[in-house]
C-alpha cells in the first residue's frame, strides 16, 4: 500500500529536487502540495511548485497556496541560496496550471480528517503552514500518522546563524509548536543532510531522464554548487530535502537517534538552535527520532537511479 504523503515545502532548488524523488517513487501517494514562504516569498514558492508539478508530471496533484510570513518574527528568504527566482539557474515554461482555492492548512486539515492515522507530513521548509492547521484544529494531532522534517543541527553548525538551521531559524515558534504537539515525529538535519553532497560526478550519472528534467536538475544545482563554494567552501551542493524524501522510501539510508529535542527561543545570539538531550540528563521523554548517520553513498544511488527513471 502507497504512504499517503503531504509535501510542505519551499520551492527552491532542493526542495524541487525532493519533488523530483516523490515523482518516481510509486511508494509514495501525494496527495497533496503545500507552499510555505522560506527559500523565496510565498509567491514565487508557488510558482515553482506549479511550474515543477508540469514538469515531472504531477499536474493531477493539489497545490495549495500557503503563509506568506512566520508566525511571530519578520519574513527571512535565501536567495543569493536559491537565486531571485528560487530555482537557481534553471528556466521553466510559465505554468498552465492553477493552485486550488484552499489554503494550505484548511487543506492539511481536511486531508488528515478523510484520512485518519494514515498521512505522513513530509516537511521540508519553514514549519507555518503545519503549525497554523494545528492551532486551528488541534485534534488533527493524533489523526496524523507521523511527520518527516528535514531541519535543525545537532552537533552540526547552523547554516543561517552559528548554530540554527534555516528551515528552523524560518519560523521556530512553528517548529515549537509541531514539535511539542504529541505527533510521531521524526528530524533528519544537517548532521546528515550536509554530508550528502550532489556534485557534477553525480549529474554525469543522471544519463537516462528526460532532457527537460536533466536541464533543469544540471541549470538548478549549477547555481546551487556556486553558492556552497562561495559560501561554505563546500564543493558540490547539500541536498537537504531529497534525504528527507529518501528515508520514505528507504528508512535504513539513516540510523536514528531518540532525544528529548527543544529549540531555543529567547538567547539572541542561539535562537532557532535545535537542542538534543543527548545523555538524557533532563530525564524528559524523547520527543524526536533523529537521523544521525548516513550511509551516503547508498542514497545517492538510490537518488540517481530515481531520476533515470523519470519519463
Ligand atoms: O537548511 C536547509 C533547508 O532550508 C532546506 O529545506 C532548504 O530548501 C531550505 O529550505
Ligand atoms: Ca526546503
Redesign the pocket.
Known amino acids: 500500500m502507497a504512504e499517503k504523503l503531504i509535501y510542505d515545502?519551499?520551492?527552491?532548488?532542493?526542495?524541487a529536487l525532493g519533488l523530483l524523488l516523490l515523482a518516481a517513487a510509486p511508494e509514495i501517494e501525494l496527495l497533496a502540495i503545500t507552499v510555505t514562504h522560506?527559500?523565496t516569498s510565498q509567491d514565487k514558492c508557488l510558482r515553482n511548485a506549479l511550474q515543477l508539478a508540469e514538469l515531472c508530471g504531477l499536474t493531477h496533484v493539489p497545490i495549495a497556496r500557503g503563509a506568506q510570513e512566520p508566525l511571530v518574527k519578520e519574513l527571512s528568504v535565501?536567495e543569493e541560496?536559491?537565486g531571485d527566482g528560487g530555482l537557481g539557474y534553471a528556466q521553466l515554461p510559465e505554468p498552465k496550471l492553477q493552485p486550488v482555492s484552499e489554503p494550505a492548512h484548511d487543506l492539511i486539515i481536511r486531508l488528515i480528517e478523510e484520512n485518519p492515522g494514515e498521512v505522513t507530513l513530509l516537511c521540508?521548509?519553514?514549519m507555518t503552514n503545519i503549525a497554523v492547521a494545528l492551532l486551528k484544529q488541534p485534534g488533527i494531532a493524533k489523526q496524523i500518522k507521523r511527520i518527516v522534517s528535514?531541519?535543525g543541527a545537532i552537533h552540526y553548525p547552523g547554516?543561517?546563524t552559528p548554530q540554527a538551521?534555516?528551515?528552523v531559524f524560518?519560523d521556530p515558534e512553528a517548529f515549537e509548536i509541531v514539535l511539542n504537539a504529541g505527533i510521531d515525529f521524526t528530524l533528519v538535519p544537517?548532521d546528515v543532510?550536509y554530508q550528502c553532497l550532489f556534485t557534477t560526478d553525480h549529474l554525469s550519472r543522471i544519463n537516462k531522464a528526460p532532457a527537460a528534467i536533466f536541464d533543469f536538475i544540471k541549470e538548478s544545482t549549477r547555481f546551487y554548487m556556486e553558492f556552497h563554494a562561495a559560501y561554505q567552501g563546500i564543493q558540490g551542493c547539500?541536498i537537504?530535502?531529497p534525504l528527507?524524501a529518501a528515508i520514505l522510501l528507504a528508512p535504513d539510508l539513516v540510523t536514528y537517534r531518540d532525544y528529548f529535542l527543544a529549540i531555543e527561543l529567547q538567547s539572541p545570539t542561539s535562537k532557532a538552535k535545535t537542542i538534543a538531550d543527548h545523555y538524557g540528563a533532563l530525564k524528559k521523554q524523547p520527543n524526536a527520532k533523529v537521523a544521525m548517520e548516513v550511509e551516503v553513498e547508498k542514497f545517492m544511488d538510490l537518488f540517481i537511479e530515481r531520476m533515470n527513471r523519470l519519463a
Open positions: 515545502t519551499d520551492p527552491g532548488i532542493d526542495d522560506g527559500n535565501a541560496t536559491h521540508v521548509g519553514p528535514m531541519g547554516n543561517v538551521e534555516y528551515n524560518c544537517l543532510t547539500a537537504n530535502d528527507a
